[in-house]
């Protein structure tokens, strides 16, 4: 067992976290006092000059235009651009790009991956995922209302979604669609088709608003109607009834990705609670940090932060090795594991920040809020804890139900 780092990825994170201090945790303040928006022409300079460091979306392979990591590699870049909340937009790498791009990758056929995956690639345009709908669970992924019907030479989409990530200003959907409802296996009756956001009968109905913000641009969450979007025949990724399967594809790499965010997430939130701990005067040479409730407030992020990483870094060791379907409980374990850390390390630092920890003077509140969904998307704790359990449970014998 070998846990040291290659010179390749020690210089991936060098190089990372300087570009990260000089050009993006500047942008902190205005993105926390003014929002995303005011700060998009802003961000279009900085991501020429990400451009420029040969990182740019780094997970995709350099013959389509990207910085051709492996996922261990882009795992430990993805903790470096995860201390900002603007780190993996600026390099490209931000979801749900980052997992269309790879289903594109995947599953896209040439004219697919000229017309939709390389402009993306590139930073030309934004794209969204649409599959949960309001009124269908989500954590079921095979049941859902929107239909997609041949007719001629297209398919024509109807039904309702909503939660569709940078959906405002995106120029395309990869929409998850019920194709064949009699499929005797459930899991082979939604296919994923890409729409064009321009296709008459797509309608972005408005952003959610989302604790107290309906955000902008790729920071928002949009409810989507489809009401017979016609889109031809060959827009339809990975073959029918596949969409189940591509949509397990997409997250395994995708819960790698931000789980890794997350860790970054949690250092950031580790240093900033330190610093303030050593500085902050309770009495007159009495620091924060001298209280013994704070160090352990310390130890325990510090611990559960190193833990996580290492179950991540294993878990996406597991998919190069294995593949995404092989490495199906380590993807769940992380997801649930990680989710839960970054929860706790959060809420000792605000608790660690006093008041201040609620401004927006710090990115502390910011990720409290935005990132209380990480135990939401991508499969709710309670799933992945369930697909855990079961597999363990079926190892001894006992009947499970998928
Ligand atoms: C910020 C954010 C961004 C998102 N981005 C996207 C996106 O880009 N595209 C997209 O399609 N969707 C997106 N989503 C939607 C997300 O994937 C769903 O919210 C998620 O899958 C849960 O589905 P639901 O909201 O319908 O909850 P439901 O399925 O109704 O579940 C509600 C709750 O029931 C509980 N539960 C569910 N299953 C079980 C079980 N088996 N055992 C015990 N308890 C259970 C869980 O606690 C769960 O939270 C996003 C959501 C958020 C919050």
Known sequence: ???????????IRHLVREFMEREVLPLEPALLHQGFVALVPTLKEVRARARQTGLWAAHVPEEHGGGGLSLTEFAVMSEELGRSPLGHYVFNCQAPDVGNMEILMAFGTPEQQERFLLPLVRGEVRSCFTMTEPEFAGSNPVWMGTTAVKDGGDWVIRGHKWFATGAEGSAFAICMAVTDPQAQDPYRRASMIIVPTDTPGFELIGNLSIM??????????????YHGARVPLGNLLGGEGMGFALAQDRLGPGRIHHCMRWVGVCERSLDILCRHAATRELAPGRPLGSKQIVQQW???????????????????WRIEEEGARAAREEISLIKFTVARTLERVLDRTVQGLGGLGMTDDTPIAFWWAHERAARLYDGADEVHLEVVAKRILRSYGMKVHR
């Open 1 to 11: 067992m070998d846990f040291s780092e290659s010179p390749k990825v020690t210089s």
């Open 212 to 225: 107290g913000s309906r955000g902008g641009d790729w920071a928002s969450h949009g409810e989507v109607s």
């Open 298 to 316: 310390i130890a325990e992020s510090r611990a559960e932060i190193h833990a996580a990483r290492l179950m991540v870094l294993h878990a996406a």
